[in-house]
């Protein structure tokens, strides 16, 4: 009977297994004849087809690196130029449109008509307007608005603000690993005090004021560097001088370029719509009867929203959140319209037409993004996994 | 069971076969011009155009090309099919202009391109002449106090278009200096020259004629000066696919065609009158000798029409740069005989 059962079950099997291959085969196929038909288009044409160019001198500047690059560097390295670019913008993006979201979605749900109702036209009116014209506005209204270098917008004359940038001091440092590592050392203490925090609040019911000693601990470990581990930190001020008649720029700290902010700007606030609308559904998703459960024990407003509520909104605002940050980095590409060096304007722009290397370079750039993409969602799976319920 | 497995080994052998006719359908070549059999076929000239620079390729409210390069096109359209407005302009990006021609998108491409070594030899494209000797220079603001290139000092920031040669050269022009820049560039000419104007950038660079134009666009164009200095040549040209030498060929000519008239004096308006000219090279130029069309499988009026319906490069030059105000003084693109570059070979 059982030798039976496994006959029929494998030849099951095999039943569901050929039309796979074959659909697999057949898929293969079409790859192999497109590559193969474009290889012949290309020696048609006399396009050569290589990936040998990423070792050639690029020969062009970028406006604005992280890593150390000019001309002389290679393609290759002003592709690592684009990406860290793109990667930076798409940190910052997500950061910021997290932040305002979940205030947004919160806000939607206030009690406070005036506030519901600024949080709702924000949502109607950020979501609905294409994200480009968004960056073109913010762009644009920023380069107009801004003064001209030489009368800067000051702070304190230590930062300036002005059509060609954001000028902010740049940190000198000394000993500037024993300062990290403190906060290293901080941090693993933390990890420990969370342990045994956890330990005693499940064995004695003593509640351990975690938080404040973690805030303690990470500031003040740092701190004690400077006073006994001969850390120091000075800055550098930009300063401001004069080029021609009227031209002026300021040298020395560290430049944001306008084309950063802005972008980075547009994309948070258009993402945080969406982000918004995500924590307002996770909140109104929780049943009511879970928040007078909790009352009724006696937790106190903070304690139901972040031990009760919150626990069980994340499961449904965390995986359309996570669309949300991969769309914000796709969207990160229309970069290129305000001559911010991402990705697509260093390389699949001024590389692919330098080079004229068109399929090798987009496919990177797609590869690439496509990477980028599965990152965030492998990152995030696995928070929602942490956040999920855990069935004990 | 088994008629399941048979249909799928039969969709198998099907695209295998179809992987088979794909290989052998794309290699056959043939001697006679395959773009000028498709062209006549279709009844247009498929044309590269810019996205509008004025003088050179811009198109007015009612959608109708005008422009030098797009006289390149029209001179062709005229040569094969008989009429100049038989042209399809399809308006280009930096960006898009060679996969466009490679892929058969267009056939001509006559958008202010660059011929340098690497276009040329690398990507699968031949420069069929120069239509346009350009350079790139730089526009600054009269108040800047910036005379000359030599007034560019550490920390200029310098905004250009992605994509282009003007991108290579500002690196150049700025390293032989030894000149630490801030290099802004970029995709379309419309926002740089909005960043330019308002003031993100102390210097505009690109190539003086599209200075000229782009100017103009500017909210107070008098404010604004281009420098006396050219740090690059620029020799702008059309450009065509590799490996069709005919078609090549007609698109070269074309263009001579229009230069050599100007040298003889022949135009739109006298061309006609002149089959019976006692010169031999005008007789030639207007069909009235010689059997030159053939040489490209064209009859013998194809350059009296490109005259006629186009006129000569002088007459292009007047109406679109000259007249409009861009570059009123010719500079290089003079004849040769009188003290520019402009050297064609002979038609003959």
New interface residues.
Partial sequence: MNFKNLKLNLSNKN?DL??QI?TV??LI??V??FT??AQ???G?????FGFGFLSQES?????FSLIDYD?SHTYARAFLVGLLNTILVSAIGIFFATILGVTIGIARLSQNYLVAKSAEWYVEIFRNIPLILQIFFWY?AA??ALP?TVDSINFYDISFLN??GWYVPKFVWTNFSIFIYSIIFAFILIYFLAKYAQNQRDKFGKQIPTLYISILLIIGLPFLTFLIGGVSLSFEIPEL?Q?????Y?Y?GGVSII??LISLALALSMYTATFIAENVRAGILGVSKGQKEAAASIGLTKGQILKLVVMPQALRIIIPPTTNQYLNLTKNSSLA????Y?DIV?VFA??A?????R?IEIISITMLTYLSLSLSISVFMNWYNKKMAIKEK | ?IK??KT??L??LA??L??AC??SG??A?SKKSKTLDNTKKAGFVKCGVSQGLPGFSNADEAGNWTGIDVDVCRAVAAAVLGDADKVKYTPLS??ER??AL?SGEIDVLARNTTWTL??DA???LTFVGVNFYDGQGFMV?K????NSVN???????A?TN???TT??N???FF?SKNIK????????AD?VV??YD???C?TYTTDKSGLAAQRTKLSNPDEHKVLPETISKEPLGPVV???DSVWEDIVRWSLNTMIEAEEYGVNSSNASSLKDSDNPAIKRLVGAEGELGAAFGLDNDWSLRIIEQVGNYGESYKKHIADTGILPNRGPNELWTKGGILYVPPAR
């Fill in positions: 039943k050929i039309p074959l085969v057949f196929l079409i192999i004849y193969i038909n012949s288009n290309m048609n044409r006399g396009i050569s020969s062009f500047d970028i406006t001309g644009f380069l107009r001209l059509v060609k001088t080029l021609s008649k009227t031209v720029v040298r306008p084309e290129a319209a305000i001559a060096p304007l722009g001024t692919l037409m330098q080079t004229g068109a | 069971m399941s497995i799928w080994i969709v198998g695209s295998v179809l992987v794909g290989q794309g290699g070549g930096a960006k060679f996969t490679t690497s276009r690398d990507i699968g603001r108040a800047s106090g910036i007034d560019f000092r550490d920390g200029i920031s905004c992605t994509g282009t991108e290579l500002m690196r150049d390293n820049y801030e290099p802004i560039a970029f995709e379309k926002e909005q960043a308002a003031g993100r102390d696919r590799q490996g």
